[in-house]
T-cell receptor
């Protein structure tokens, strides 16, 4: 089967750095995406890794290791507004986007 | 430009009824995909349409169906509703197929369906 695993919840304080891991098992792989979703809101795209390595977008970075079937999202200089759910998603050979069950990040002052 | 619009935002139905949800993608986007989001299962792929053709389908029963019109607007229908169909139904659009770009989808805010 196809699955993505993420921690269910992560907590941190303002200004800290947090890493959200994602391990995947899929038939075929084309890339790993990350989405943020605030309560009651729409998921919004954060980043995409098609190749191994680190992609940086402002305070957010995403990493991929295809040999390890593993990626992570790194959030730096955490702010209260970063409290949200974060989903990793994989494009597999079936061209479907498969989502993880999400990680709820709580940022405390 | 306007984002993805889903209607209705909230609706309540009873078991056995059917429901139709609508999605208007971002102007110029030809791909529309649908997802079911529940607290225990996360986001699950329902189907994807591109230029009025269904290109992919998830592992949902035949009670779940969809279509896309020539203006790229899409509808999904769920017949013979069950309690377990209560969920947030999200629609997402992209300019091409998502495998042709960076994996970026633009989501609407969803239609929250409650089945009683």
């Amino acid at each position: 089967g196809q699955s993505l695993e993420q921690p269910s919840e992560v907590t941190a304080v303002e200004g800290a750095i947090v890493q959200i891991n994602c391990t995947y098992q899929t038939s075929g792989f084309y890339g790993l995406s990350w989405y943020q979703q605030h309560d009651g809101g729409a998921p919004t795209f954060l980043s995409y890794n098609g190749l191994d390595g680190l992609e940086e977008t402002g305070r957010f970075s995403s990493f991929l290791s295809r040999s390890d079937s593993y990626g992570y999202l790194l959030l730096q200089e955490l702010q209260m507004k970063d409290s949200a759910s974060y989903f990793c998603a994989v494009k597999g050979e079936t061209d479907k986007l498969i989502f993880g069950t999400g990680t709820r990040l709580q940022v405390f002052p | 430009k306007a984002g993805v619009t889903q209607t209705p935002r909230y609706l309540i139905k009873t078991r056995g009824q059917q429901v139709t949800l609508s999605c208007s993608p971002i102007s110029g986007h030809r791909s529309v995909s649908w997802y079911q989001q529940t607290p225990g299962q996360g986001l699950q792929f329902l189907f994807e349409y591109f230029s009025e053709t269904q290109r992919n389908k998830g592992n949902f029963p035949g009670r779940f169906s969809g279509r896309q019109f020539s203006n790229s607007r899409s509808e999904m229908n769920v017949s013979t509703l069950e309690l377990g169909d209560s969920a947030l139904y999200l629609c997402a659009s992209s300019s091409t197929g998502f495998w042709e770009n960076t994996g970026e989808l633009f989501f609407g805010e969803g239609s929250r369906l409650t089945v009683l």
